[in-house]
């Protein structure tokens, strides 16, 4: 996770929450007021989101002290308690909301992934995301299915050449596609060849994709595939997938699924901040 980035996003995030100030706790506070407070998993899940935590409070105030009681990416149930933070209570209460709104969401992703790693039970495939996350919170949304054992796909359009239906339908054919991407681009960014049939497959072999996706295909349908395509060339599953229907994704040969119900629909861990005021 890009630590400059971080700090971008957080100024940005302070300022839509906070505005000119927080009229209510710096109206109530005084700032040499002292608290601690304790933040509580009220749900089981993986915890992701604990460096957001610290970055945040030092922000706000680096008289902010935090202690962590869980490491990132560890299991937690209800009940246990993931960190006590102490320092001026008109910060820590300021802050409160938008960190939770970030680690509660990190933590769910982070939840979610480690769900469908274990669902799928498969460790020669790899689980990875896609680019359906929110504007805006890609990085954090990408970062916490790392903590929760998946893998990112690209992290944008800028990255990562994926030649889609659409593309190939303007284009003419994949060969075209894969043929002007290839006059084009570097040597070090991968073309990706999304295909639906076995002439698709072929065609994407032959035109020397780097990667190929089946797209919405049926678990049968894709160890066909993946018998059509050689080692050097990595396959992907995707579209249509859900949890109840990944196990039988297991042994179909692909090397990556990449599932966007990490991220885009996505429940946020529960998770509560109580503090306590002291002089």
């Not at 989101?49 to 002290?65: H, N, T």
């Not at 889609?164 to 596609?177: E, L, V, Y």
């Not at 996706?213 to 249509?240: Q, Y």
Request: with cysteine.
């Amino acid at each position: 996770m890009n630590q400059l980035k971080l700090r971008q996003m957080l100024e940005g995030f302070f300022l839509e929450d906070i505005g000119e100030n927080d009229v209510t706790s710096q109206t109530i506070f005084p700032p040499n007021q002292q608290g601690k407070g304790v933040f509580v998993a009220k749900a089981s899940g993986v915890i992701a989101g604990l460096p957001v935590m610290r970055e945040a409070y030092c922000m706000l105030d680096s008289e902010i002290e935090l202690t962590l009681h869980f490491s990132e990416g560890d299991w937690v149930n209800a009940g246990d308690r993931i960190a006590e933070v102490s320092g001026p209570v008109a910060q820590l209460l300021t802050g409160e909301r938008v960190i939770l709104n970030l680690m509660q969401r990190m933590s769910g992703i982070a939840t979610m992934t480690k769900k469908s790693v274990d669902a799928l039970n498969d460790s020669s495939i790899n689980i990875c995301d896609t680019r359906k996350t929110v504007p805006g919170l890609r990085m954090l949304d990408k970062y916490a299915v790392t903590v929760g054992g998946g893998r990112n796909h690209r992290i944008g359009l800028y990255d990562g050449v994926m030649i889609k239906d659409n593309h190939i339908s303007f284009c003419g054919s994949i060969t075209k596609a894969v043929e002007a991407v290839r006059e084009n681009i570097g040597h070090m960014v991968k073309i990706e060849v999304e295909t639906e049939t076995e002439k698709q497959v072929k065609e994407a072999v032959g035109a020397g994709a780097d990667v190929i996706m089946f797209d919405n295909r049926t678990p049968e349908e894709m160890k066909a595939f993946s018998s059509l395509v050689p080692d050097h060339i990595l396959t992907e599953a995707s579209g249509g997938i859900t949890m109840e229907t990944l196990p039988s994704y297991a042994n179909t040969g692909v090397d990556v699924i990449s599932l966007g119900f990490l991220t885009h629909s996505v429940e946020a861990l529960d998770i509560s901040l109580t503090v306590n005021v002291s002089q």
